[in-house]
């Protein structure tokens, strides 16, 4: 297992030697390594069993670093910086070529991010690189929101995992792009999409929902816990189902039918922030429940349960 601890300090020193660090941040824990050095970056491919197709994103300590990594800053882009960075905000910007083409899949665009976490901006300053960082978790499973999510998984492949505490958003970047100026969300995440066209109008949606191997980005199947889990509601899916032990992973709810040990609500106040931190560690606890299978119970679309809904569709083997 992994050591896990607070020592900024030796997190920065490991990194400098070119190993793999699990980092805190306010979306989810990322594996971060250094994003100049292609030896790092190539071992976070392996460490997660992650293709090389599926770019990486590149975390900074604030604006002027993400200068010197991308060769253009479209006028909207530096709008969406100046509001919501440091926050869970991803931009995707024309690349330098000091940026390796292992970390953008060969693309000729480059994600970055200024994470919101004082561990990790601490971090970010005692080093002269930037860090390429996914979730800290097996490719196609669920992104984890605490340390020892990722020592459960990651634990024997990483040296050290600097301990933030559970992540205060839960959910990953929003993800956005430019095509001809124009801001594309390519991944709807933990900024809500409400919030941002509140600053700068309408934004286009643009998910990608393929299960092609080849188109780099969001696979259509991500997220998934190891137990099957239906999306929907649950009231008519449950007649599927029959002699089976099911679980339920609601928003506010209890379903009267099923045993209320074998359920989970995200937020009995209705609090969609509070399902966004909640979802993928209950996604997990599930694992240990004595159900065979989730039901899944669509949020209401409205500001970010439209991101926990897509993270539950992508979850689910039935949608
Ligand atoms: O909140 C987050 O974004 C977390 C934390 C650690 O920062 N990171 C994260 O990384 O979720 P990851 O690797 O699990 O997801 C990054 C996604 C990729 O799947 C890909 O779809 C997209 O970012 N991406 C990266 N570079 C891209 C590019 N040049 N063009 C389009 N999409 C890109
Ligand atoms: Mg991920």
């Known amino acids: 297992m992994a050591e896990i601890g607070t020592d900024i300090q030796k997190a920065a020193r490991l990194l400098k030697r070119g190993k793999l660090v699990a980092i805190p941040t306010e979306t989810v824990y990322g594996l971060a390594g250094n994003a100049f050095n292609e030896e790092a970056v190539l071992s976070i491919f392996e460490t997660k069993n992650r293709p090389q197709f599926d770019p990486l994103i590149v975390h900074s300590s604030g604006v002027e670093w993400i200068k010197e990594h991308v060769a253009e800053i479209p006028s909207l882009a530096k709008t969406l910086m100046d509001e919501f960075w440091p926050g ?11 940026i390796p083409d292992l970390v953008t899949s060969g693309l000729d665009s480059v994600a970055v991010r200024v994470p919101k976490h004082p561990m990790t901006h601490d971090l970010l300053q005692l080093l002269d690189f930037p860090l390429a960082a996914p979730s800290a978790n097996p490719f196609g499973y ?8 990722v020592n459960d998984q990651l634990g024997d492949k990483i040296d050290y995992i600097l301990d933030g505490g559970p992540t205060t958003v839960g959910l990953e970047s929003t993800i956005i792009g430019f095509e001809y100026g124009k801001p594309i969300i390519y991944r709807l995440g933990g900024l809500s999409m409400d919030v941002i066209e509140d600053l ?7 998910l990608n929902q393929s299960s092609d191997p080849k188109a780099p980005g969001m696979l259509k199947s991500h997220y998934a816990p190891g137990k099957p889990l239906y999306f929907g509601n ?11 032990r099911i679980g339920f992973l609601g928003f506010m709810t209890r379903l009267e039918f099923l045993p209320p040990n074998r359920q989970l609500l995200l937020s009995p106040r209705g609090d969609l922030h509070e399902a966004a931190v909640n979802l993928f560690a209950f996604m997990r606890q599930f694992e240990k429940f004595p159900v065979d299978l989730i039901l899944a119970e669509r949020l209401p679309e409205i500001g970010l349960g439209k991101a926990i809904n897509d993270r539950l569709r992508r979850a689910s083997v039935n949608s």
């Open 234 to 244: 649950p009231g008519e899916m449950i007649t599927d189902f029959e002699g089976k």
């Open 142 to 149: 669920v992104s984890p929101t605490t340390a020892q999510h």
């Open 200 to 206: 700068i109008g309408p934004v286009e949606v643009s």
């Open 88 to 98: 869970p905000m991803t931009l995707v910007l024309p690349k330098k070529s000091i």
